[in-house]
T-cell receptor, first 113, second 113 residues
Framework: GEDVEQSLFLSVREGDSSVINCTYT??????LYWYKQEPGAGLQLLTY?????DMKQDQRLTVLLNKKDKHLSLRIADTQTGDSAIYFC?????????????FGTGTQLKVEL | AAGVIQSPRHLIKEKRETATLKCYPI?????VYWYQQGPGQDPQFLIS???????DKGSIPDRFSAQQFSDYHSELNMSSLELGDSALYFC????????????FGSGTRLTVV
């Protein structure tokens, strides 16, 4: 989406760490999310972070949030070929009627042997 | 665990025809969201329902309509189909107040020829 930006492409070697970055614009976002989409498949929720947190770790995944700069990152440790996919960050926009997810443009991660 | 069920998985329609997509949310989830994802694009929010009432509206064309039924399943009706409507259509469900709990279905791939 136009309000959530990501770099389009990232290539890493198997075993290295991957860092996928995202900038968002809505300072009232309460939750920020990372979704994974494999080719032709649905959106899989990987992790999320509440806006009053700076960091969240979940096994190989580490999410860092810099609320001042409105910057979110996802670090994948020991990246595997199965991690090759498109990764979307998303924020909740609190609208008058409810909550809707706004997605970033997506980053295609390619893991090479 | 039960997931969000979408049907059909694939649909091929001709221009100017009508299509109906169905979504069955996770039991006890009170909110349903519809998203459209064009080729190489990020998912775009179309419309959402909370407790069977429309709660938010995004970039949904006037040719499209949707509703949520008493059993909480939702249907997206698309009329006068255009080639540009070819996309993946995702449904997601959540418990409204639990903003970390969006679960997406596997999507319906609509191809308009």
């Amino acid at each position: 989406g136009e309000d959530v930006e990501q770099s389009l492409f990232l290539s890493v070697r198997e075993g290295d760490s991957s860092v996928i970055n995202c900038t968002y614009t809505d300072s009232s976002s309460t939750y920020l999310y990372w979704y994974k989409q494999e080719p032709g498949a649905g959106l899989q929720l990987l992790t999320y972070i509440f806006s009053n947190m700076d960091m969240k770790q979940d096994q190989r995944l580490t999410v860092l949030l810099n609320k001042k700069d409105k910057h979110l990152s996802l670090r994948i440790a020991d990246t595997q070929t199965g991690d090759s996919a498109i990764y979307f960050c998303a924020e909740i926009l609190l609208t008058g009627g409810g909550n809707k997810l706004t997605f970033g443009t997506g980053t295609q991660l390619k893991v090479e042997l | 665990a039960a997931g969000v069920i979408q049907s059909p998985r694939h649909l091929i329609k001709e221009k100017r025809e009508t299509a109906t997509l169905k979504c069955y949310p996770i039991p006890r989830h009170d909110t349903v969201y519809w998203y459209q994802q064009g080729p190489g694009q990020d998912p775009q929010f179309l419309i959402s329902f909370y407790e069977k009432m429309q709660s938010d509206k995004g970039s949904i064309p006037d040719r499209f309509s949707a509703q949520q039924f008493s059993d909480y399943h939702s249907e997206l009706n698309m009329s006068s189909l255009e080639l540009g409507d070819s996309a993946l259509y995702f449904c997601a469900s959540s418990i409204r107040v639990q903003r970390h709990g969006y679960t997406f279905g596997s999507g319906t791939r609509l191809t308009v020829v």
